[in-house]
């Protein structure tokens, strides 16, 4: 059977396994039901998913000038700290970011390589830690807006990463940290405005069991723009990676916007 579709991030259900699914125009792939199947990827083209025109992708799925001007990738996105809506300030649209900044965000610690900090919305837990490839993640504050959540993260950087490994997160290479104890010494570390949203009565620890058959020893990415058509077993589904049996793993996410067929 064949999907054909322009590539999204996979939408993701919270269980034991985690529930992965593609979703296309016209129809959906739930891709748990391929593990341990041969499927057949090839590159058919690009669309962007800002103005759906058939542009090569430039960035995050969007292509060149959609990524230079729409509030969906402003620089706020990648570092919080520039949030300047709850000032009234805009940078691309004030009405859009608004409604994003100004809503409860979280800072965690998640463990996907080693112990990292980072900043979702309330609304993408835990689908934020998911899409990483977190195995667990606690929240350490909820606050109001993006900017006090982003200067959270910044005070953090100090002390923890704020990226994933990703080779060692596809390879299984993570360190064992009890993240309630990390949680505990970090009060005195956070900024004087964010410390009355500290709370060590919530420890929601929050644990993902990735649908992975086995993990590879050594992986080689797959780039669509170089290797147009693909086939291999499926072997994995973790993070927004797909993980064969030969070692390639294919980052949907990384591959936003290109238009494929998946035969299976």
């Known amino acids: 059977m064949t999907y054909e579709g322009v590539l999204a991030k996979m939408q993701t259900e919270f269980g034991n396994p985690i529930q992965y699914y593609l979703v296309f125009e016209n129809s959906f792939l739930n891709v748990n039901q391929l593990l341990h199947k041969e499927i057949e990827i090839t590159f058919q083209g690009y669309q962007c998913l800002n103005c759906n025109k058939k542009k090569k992708i430039f960035r995050q799925g969007f292509c060149y000038d959609c990524f230079y001007s729409s509030p969906a990738v402003g620089d706020w996105i990648m570092r919080p700290e520039l949030s300047t809506a709850h000032l009234g300030i805009a940078d691309r649209d004030l009405e859009y ?25 309330k609304t993408q837990v835990p689908t934020r830690w998911i899409d990483q490839g977190a195995e667990q993640a606690i929240a350490i504050v909820e606050v109001p807006n993006r900017y006090l959540a982003g200067i959270t993260e910044v005070a953090l950087k100090n002390h923890f990463s704020d990226k994933t490994n990703w080779r060692k997160m596809l390879t299984n290479d993570i360190v064992s940290i009890d993240l309630l104890a990390e949680k505990l010494k970090i009060e005195r570390l956070l900024p004087q405005e964010v410390q009355e949203y500290f709370h060590l009565d919530k420890n929601d620890l929050y644990e993902m069991h990735y649908p992975v058959a086995a993990y590879p020893k050594k992986i080689n990415s797959l780039s669509l723009d170089k290797t147009p058509n693909y086939v291999g077993k499926l072997m994995g589904i973790k993070g927004q990676y797909l993980l064969f049996e030969d070692g390639t793993v294919f980052n949907i996410r990384g591959s936003e916007g290109y238009i494929v067929s998946i035969n299976v």
């Open 97 to 121: 970011e608004t409604r994003v900044q100004l809503q409860p965000h979280v800072v965690y610690l998640a463990s996907s390589s080693e112990v990292k900090v980072g900043v979702t919305r």
